[in-house]
């Protein structure tokens, strides 16, 4: 549905160009705040998906070697980003001006905006997010030697001072070379998807917790099984029934027989009696 491609041009983005070219001229004074926070404590860094995070804890699973960690420019808990506060004001106030839709996005839990820090010698192995609704963007302020990163089928390194854009619904990987890489990571809303942020937040949540759902539930042998009891999940977790859109009570819960004629599993809902053919 949406336009796809394992990276995109500045020439593509359209409305976004602006923000790109001011963040790339303003690059020099990110760099300057990240000097001067790795001088005062490199410890200011956590882990990637450490304590610190209330949303993407789990991110630092992909790393396969190495160490992987970061400041929390803006995200999902204001706590997240206290630190960031009094190393990245400058850079903070920037962003906020030039990006209040990414802003957002990050402290609505849809994305984040991060500096990003990758040990020498690291691998962030193969993953992908579950959809493209919202793309990413890299701005290079620390690029030796050797640090490169696949999207897709493509291999490509980045720059100091430019921004690397890409679709992280592709596959993709990351690894370092002999010193350490530093990015300004931004998650932003797909350019196809103005005036339609929220329908494709919810696409994205929803794929985010069958994902979960798949991995934490064992496998049920039928579809409409599957999704009955994924529905009943996403229900129990508001309070709210997706069947009959009333608050949750036993006749929500999805009651399951067989089929004798298909020798099938089925799902019903005592809530939304099936209506007689």
């Known amino acids: 549905e949406l336009e796809s491609r394992p990276f995109w041009e500045l020439s593509q983005l359209k409305n976004d160009a602006f923000w790109i070219l001011e963040l790339e001229a303003q690059w020099k004074m ?13 410890q200011a860094f956590a882990s990637v998906g450490g304590e610190h995070r209330t949303g993407g804890r789990h991110d630092g699973e992909v790393l396969k070697k190495g160490a992987w960690s970061e400041v ?4 999902l808990d204001p706590e997240e980003s206290r630190l960031a506060e009094q190393l990245f004001p400058r850079t903070r106030a920037l962003l906020s ?3 209040p839709t990414a802003t ?4 609505e839990g849809f994305g984040e905006i991060i500096v990003s820090r990758l040990a020498p010698n690291s691998h962030i ?3 992908c997010a579950p959809n493209n609704a919202r793309l990413t963007a890299h701005l290079g302020l620390v690029i ?5 990163i696949r999207v897709g089928s493509e291999w490509r390194g980045w720059e100091e001072g430019k921004v690397l854009l890409f679709d ?5 990987e990351v690894v370092s070379g002999a010193e350490e890489r530093v990015v ?3 998650r932003f809303w797909h350019p196809e998807c103005c005036g339609r942020e929220e329908s494709y937040r919810e696409r994205d949540d929803r794929a985010f917790n069958w994902a979960n759902f798949r991995k934490t539930m064992p496998p049920l042998g039928d579809a409409e099984v599957e999704q009955a009891m994924f529905g009943y999940d996403l229900s129990d977790a508001d309070n709210c029934c997706r069947k009959c859109k009333k608050p949750m009570s036993d006749a929500c819960f999805p009651a399951f027989f067989l089929d004798q004629a298909t020798l099938k599993l089925r799902a019903d809902f005592q809530c939304t009696p099936a209506k007689p053919k």
């Open 30 to 42: 990110i760099r300057g705040e990240l000097d001067r926070a790795l001088s005062m404590s490199r």
């Open 72 to 75: 929390v420019l803006y995200g």
């Open 97 to 99: 001006s030039l990006l």
């Open 104 to 107: 957002s996005m990050a402290e």
């Open 125 to 127: 192995a193969p993953h």
């Open 144 to 148: 030796p030697k050797g640090c490169r």
């Open 168 to 172: 992280d619904s592709y596959e993709h």
């Open 184 to 186: 300004l990571l931004i």
